[in-house]
């Protein structure tokens, strides 16, 4: 009788060990297998720091094949990155020995390096051979062609310019100034000055604006109100307010807070096209409160919103709210509410959000992960990163609704006064400007989004201009300029 006790002990003693080491066996193969290549590639990796110092990091190219980043030998030893043009800066980065690493140069540092692979198996044994870094070069949707012209663009003005494609996630520009100059942080001999006139700079150039600047949107938010309130069926295309007209003209009360128009707009009932096309801060105000807060929420989380985006560099998240008040949707009250259907209020939005809320628009309601690198190519070959769709956010029918509304601001005979030069000269073009009040002294900051042609939409832009006055001053012009560029000499002919 003992001895079946102990022979049922060390039965049950064996299958305990051999379920533990089933265990560490699954796990171990989890992370070395299944989860290698997030690992391996992880920026805050030791082993990518290492082979940062002594690997030489693939190049990277733009989708032209023109040379973004490569390497020269160092006199001392080893070797540094060399920047062919200043104008990459915000989207490449740097790699230095003394200051680590920013950009795509930090994101993908695992894959410059070589040591990220995308198959698995081959991941897992790489630690067994004598080489074991295979430094991949980058291939980028970007233009540099483009990105040039953006920078020039903006010129001596804090700002930012996103183009993508809407059908791919495709960006071809993401244009920051001021920017920086990459080599002289990265050769060894000139690393010292080259961080010392960026570190403290208060223009602060090392902020990539496109993707981390969190601006007040203005009136180029109305889109994301019209996506939300068509969306979710709380509006049509032909919704009129039978206050709206009167309140053109002497504010309308909410809550006791008087919202005005801007100067310009007529007092007559308007739908969507004509409100969208003068730009009406009534109309979308009512329609804000008749969608109401949960919806504009909603639909703004499942444009981007409230996170950050999934993308190939670090972006901040915007917000419609902070989310701190009671009401629905998290605002405050209607008076925040209102205030957020036309773009003011608690709401920030980065540039790249708005160029995909464009591109949703322009995609027929479809939204695409946006990407900046297309290709990665080593000794095992070329790997092509496919496009990929996050969500519908919108149907087809609503999509075309809100283009009409969109081409009206940019073509009719209104909207061409608050979207002067934003036109592409014999392409139809579809776009709304925006004009983000601050408070206090100071021009406002200017804005534009659109696509073109807006019947059968080929490239969507976000352009942003700090303290840049009005959106058809500024940004309305640069972003007819930049789309006709596009036209001119990316476009397939």
Do not use: C
């Not at 949707?141 to 003005?157: F, M, N």
């Not at 920086?180 to 902020?207: H, M, R």
């Not at 925040?336 to 209020?345: K, T």
């Amino acid at each position: 009788m003992a001895q079946r006790s102990v022979a049922r002990s060390i039965a049950h003693v064996g299958l305990a060990l051999t379920l533990a080491f089933g265990v560490l066996a699954a796990g171990a193969g989890y992370w070395q297998v299944v989860r290698s290549e997030e690992l391996s590639r992880a920026p805050e990796n030791p082993a990518v720091a290492v082979a940062a110092a002594s690997v030489v990091r693939g190049e990277i190219i733009d989708r032209h094949g023109n040379v973004l980043a490569t390497n020269a030998k160092y006199a001392k030893g080893g070797s540094y990155r060399v920047y062919n043009d200043r104008a990459i800066a915000p989207v490449v980065g740097y790699a230095s020995r003394q200051h680590g690493s920013a950009g795509l140069e930090l994101s993908f540092g695992a894959e410059l390096t070589g040591l990220s692979d995308s198959d698995p198996i081959r991941n897992a044994l790489r630690k067994f051979q004598a080489d074991p870094y295979d430094p991949q070069t980058l291939t980028l949707s970007l233009s540099l062609t483009l990105q040039r012209a953006a920078i020039r663009g903006l010129g001596e003005d804090s700002g930012a310019v996103v183009m993508l494609d809407p059908r791919s996630g495709e960006v071809l520009v993401l244009a920051s100034t001021p920017y920086y100059d990459s080599s002289a942080i990265a050769n060894p001999d000139t690393e010292k000055d080259g961080w010392a006139a960026v570190a403290d700079n208060p223009a602060q150039p090392l902020l990539t604006r496109p993707t981390q600047g969190r601006y007040t949107p203005g009136s180029i938010f109305k889109v994301v109100t019209a996506i939300a309130g068509l969306g979710s069926g709380s509006i049509e295309p032909t919704t009129t307010f039978p206050n709206q007209a009167a309140a053109e003209k002497n504010g309308l009360v909410v809550s006791g807070f008087r919202i005005k128009e801007h100067p310009g707009v007529a007092a007559k009932t308007l739908k969507l096209v004509g409100a969208m096309e003068v730009s009406s801060n009534i109309w979308f105000a009512l329609a804000g409160l008749k969608t109401g807060g949960d919806n504009l929420t909603e639909y703004a989380e499942q444009l981007g919103f409230g996170a950050s985006l999934p993308f190939d560099l670090p972006t901040a998240p915007s917000q419609v709210t902070d989310g701190k008040g009671s009401a629905p949707g998290g605002f405050k009250d209607d008076v925040e509410l209102a205030s957020a259907a036309f773009g003011q209020g608690k709401t920030f939005v980065t540039p790249l959000q708005m160029a995909l809320v464009a591109a949703t628009v322009a995609n027929n309601g479809e939204l695409m992960r946006p990407r900046l690198v297309t290709e990665l190519t080593g000794k095992a070959g070329t790997r092509k990163i496919a496009p990929e769709s996050i969500r519908r956010v919108i149907s087809q029918a609503d999509a075309d609704a809100i283009t009409a509304a969109m081409l009206q601001a940019v073509e009719g005979p209104l909207g061409r006064q608050f979207t002067t030069g934003a036109k592409v000269p014999g392409i139809p073009t579809a776009g709304k400007s925006g004009t983000a009040e601050l408070g206090g002294s100071g021009e406002p900051h200017s804005w534009f989004i659109g696509f073109a042609p807006a019947n059968d939409p080929q490239i969507a832009i976000a352009v942003l201009v700090e303290r840049g006055g009005r959106g058809g001053a500024r940004a309305a012009p640069l972003a007819g300029s930049l789309m006709k560029a596009y036209f001119d000499t990316v476009a397939p002919k």
